[in-house]
């Protein structure tokens, strides 16, 4: 069992830079794609950034050039910095993990951190 604990949210004012970690703790396992996703009050969860096992990267349009998805393999941690953020990123960020066991592949998520960006 993988449990993810995330970190980093918090209030900011536009312009601003904040970095979120995920950090899964576990064993027995390797991580495949990893990704971070985020609920705005009212709306759907939208995906933001994904990473590859590989280490390609993925971005939504609106976070393209402001926000950097990272991993450690090491700490089995995934990153994503986000600079110049705008009052539209405000959302709860979610992270979730995909990983591989002996008998299948597994998704893990994250309890949700809150970011807020003030004008």
């Known amino acids: 069992q993988v449990q993810l604990v995330e970190s980093g949210g918090g209030l900011v004012q536009a312009g601003g830079s904040l970095r979120l970690s995920c950090a899964a703790s576990?064993?027995?396992?390797?991580?495949?794609?990893n990704g971070w996703y985020r609920q705005a009050p009212g709306k759907q969860r939208e995906l933001v950034a994904t990473?590859?096992?590989?280490?390609?990267?993925n971005y939504a349009d609106p976070v393209k050039g402001r926000f950097t998805i990272s991993r450690d393999n090491a700490k089995i941690t995934v990153y994503l910095q986000m600079n110049s953020l705008k009052p539209e990123d405000t959302a709860v960020y979610y992270c979730?993990?995909?990983?591989?066991?002996?008998?299948?592949?597994?998704?893990?998520w994250g309890q949700g951190t809150q970011v807020t960006v003030s004008s």
């Open positions: 979730s993990m995909s990983v591989r066991y002996a008998s299948g592949d597994r998704v893990y």
């Open positions: 990473i590859t096992s590989s280490g390609s990267t």
């Open positions: 576990g064993s027995g396992f390797s991580l495949k794609t």
